[in-house]
């Protein structure tokens, strides 16, 4: 990374996994290191002290979200996603295409860009790679991401030996690349970095074909697309693998959309720096809670009468200062209190593990680590 003001370092290695610093002219960032999402500019339910002191270094919010409203000219006006919303560390900011080019029924991709009916009110909007790039500017963002044609494993199809598949993986692999370097051209802000998306779908070979081209670009960093969908895990591994063998060791790894606990260190262990997921806040709200035990289902009646912590081993402030029949009753009742002590809880552990992994990479024992999550992941609490 060559932009002022952004820096990336790996301070240890243990195997392929790395533990560094991301420097960003909001702060610096340890990695490997877990975004919280805030879809609308926010984290649902949590405000930026408590993101702080839970352990949030960086935060990401959705482009597409925050142009339709309220409208990025109004987060400008108000010092951009740090004035406007009061989290003043490191910003992410996704283009915007994974939205967009989800809405099958109400989008046409073509070389210019997306063009889409909004399901807001259903007014027709293209974005373009300039577009998505003007918008990010605007935001303000610390790192902004280059648009990609990411289409769903439905419409790509997911079986390596059939040829359409391939076909229409290799498509949208070039055009990817093809609005990568419009983005690039576009991009003018010094004081923000720009990612670029490495895609390629279920092929190995043209994963490792697009980090080539995506390196040669000469991006600030660079992520992982089209992942996190429904594949199968161990396959996801060897096609992250196959791609970060590739990609420059002096930048930044991010697989985005990544979510589970299990999912997280073993792509850690693989080379990846950077995660953001909904996984932790939305399971929280819905009662599904994760602890070093294991799985807990917080509304299950066997917790009604239990006073003790979600994790005896968890330091958020939900387990230091309520009970699992608390949580439950909050939750049962739809209090919103509920809804926030679980994801507080969901991140913290997040937060906590990534803090975990960073410690264990530097000591030499990320294996035993892995090892203990993966474990941990297949239990339910009783």
């Known amino acids: 990374m060559k932009r002022a003001g952004f820096s990336f370092e790996a301070k240890a290695s243990d195997g392929a996994a790395r533990a560094g610093v991301f420097t960003t002219p909001h702060g610096a960032v340890e990695t490997p290191a877990f975004m919280p999402v805030a879809t609308y500019g926010a984290v649902r339910g949590l405000e930026a002290a408590t993101l702080r002191a839970i352990g949030a270094q960086i935060v990401l919010a959705n482009t597409y979200h925050l142009h339709e409203r309220p409208g990025e000219d109004v987060v400008a006006a108000v010092g951009g996603l740090h004035g406007f ?13 994974f939205q967009v080019t989800s809405l099958a029924d109400r989008s046409v991709v073509d070389e210019n860009g997306v063009a889409f009916s909004s399901p807001r009110d259903g007014t027709r909007r293209l974005l373009t790679p300039e577009s998505a790039i003007a918008i990010q500017e605007s935001l303000g963002a610390d790192v902004a991401m280059a648009l990609d044609e990411c289409r769903p494993p439905a419409w790509l199809g997911t079986d390596p030996a059939d040829a359409r598949t391939r076909e229409r993986t290799e498509a949208t692999l070039e055009r990817t690349l093809r ?19 490495v895609q390629g779908g279920v092929f190995a070979d043209l994963r490792e074909r697009s980090a080539q081209a995506t390196a040669a670009l000469r991006f600030d960093g660079y992520a992982h697309g089209g992942l996190g969908l429904g594949e199968d895990a161990v396959r996801r591994n060897e096609l992250v693998a196959a791609a970060n063998a590739h990609l420059p060791a002096d930048a930044p790894r991010y697989l985005m959309g990544l979510g589970r606990p299990q999912d997280l260190v073993a792509a850690i262990a693989h080379g990846v720096d950077l995660f953001d997921c909904v996984l932790p806040t939305r399971n929280g709200r819905h009662g599904v809670l994760f602890t070093t035990q294991g799985v807990l289902r917080i509304r299950n009646a066997r917790f009604r009468a239990d006073a003790g912590p ?14 699992r029949a608390y949580l439950r009753h909050l939750l049962h009742e739809n209090e919103i209190l509920g809804a926030r002590l ?7 552990f997040y937060l906590r593990l990534l803090e975990q992994a960073r410690a264990a990479i530097a000591a030499g024992s990320f294996a035993a680590l892995r090892a203990r999550v993966e474990d941990a992941m297949t239990r339910v609490v009783a």
Do not use: E
Not at 85 to 97: A, F, Q, V, Y
Not at 179 to 197: E, S, V
Not at 315 to 321: G, L
């Open 342 to 348: 679980a994801s507080i809880h969901n991140l913290r």
């Open 85 to 97: 919303t009061g989290w003043n560390g490191p910003w992410l900011t996704d283009s915007g295409g």
């Open 179 to 197: 609005w990568a370097a419009r983005c690039l051209a576009a991009h003018r802000r010094a004081d923000q970095a720009l990612f670029g998306i």
């Open 310 to 323: 979600v994790d005896p081993a968890c330091d958020c402030p939900t387990c230091s200062a309520h009970g």
